[in-house]
């Protein structure tokens, strides 16, 4: 029993370690979800003139996103995800689809 433990132990301290090693990376994986599926979306809808449902099914993963917006005037893509809120804009024929600061 105590030989369990101490490898649980050891097993919890790599564990750690290595999210301590990863800890940018970890941070940044929740912008991103909506980041991808904002620029996606737009490109799909906005650059390949698909339809809106088509694209929805494009872009889904299996984590979901909270929030989605099709701003259809402005060619606009707002979708919120894990906390975090990205947004992609249209910028012309030429330019397709950007991330939005």
Same mark, same amino acid.
């Given at each position: 029993? %105590?030989?369990?433990?101490? $490898?649980?132990?050891?097993?919890?301290? &790599?564990?750690?370690?290595? $999210? =301590?090693?990863?800890?940018?990376?970890?941070?940044?994986?929740?912008? $991103? $979800?909506?980041?991808? +599926?904002? %620029?996606?979306?737009?490109?799909?809808? !906005? &650059?390949?003139?698909?339809?809106?449902?088509?694209?929805?099914? !494009?872009? %889904?993963?299996?984590?979901?996103?909270?929030?989605?917006?099709?701003?259809?005037?402005?060619? +606009? &893509?707002? &979708?919120?995800?894990?906390?975090?809120?990205?947004?992609?804009? =249209? +910028?012309?024929?030429?330019?397709?689809?950007?991330?939005?600061?």
């Amino acid at each position: 029993m %105590k030989l369990f433990k101490r $490898i649980l132990l050891v097993l919890l301290l &790599v564990l750690l370690g290595w $999210i =301590w090693h990863e800890r940018e990376a970890l941070w940044a994986f929740p912008d $991103i $979800i909506s980041a991808y +599926t904002a %620029k996606e979306y737009c490109s799909c809808r !906005y &650059v390949m003139n698909n339809d809106a449902e088509y694209c929805r099914g !494009y872009v %889904k993963q299996w984590l979901p996103t909270s929030g989605f917006t099709d701003d259809a005037v402005s060619k +606009t &893509v707002t &979708v919120s995800g894990m906390g975090r809120s990205n947004s992609a804009g =249209w +910028t012309g024929e030429h330019q397709g689809c950007r991330l939005q600061p």
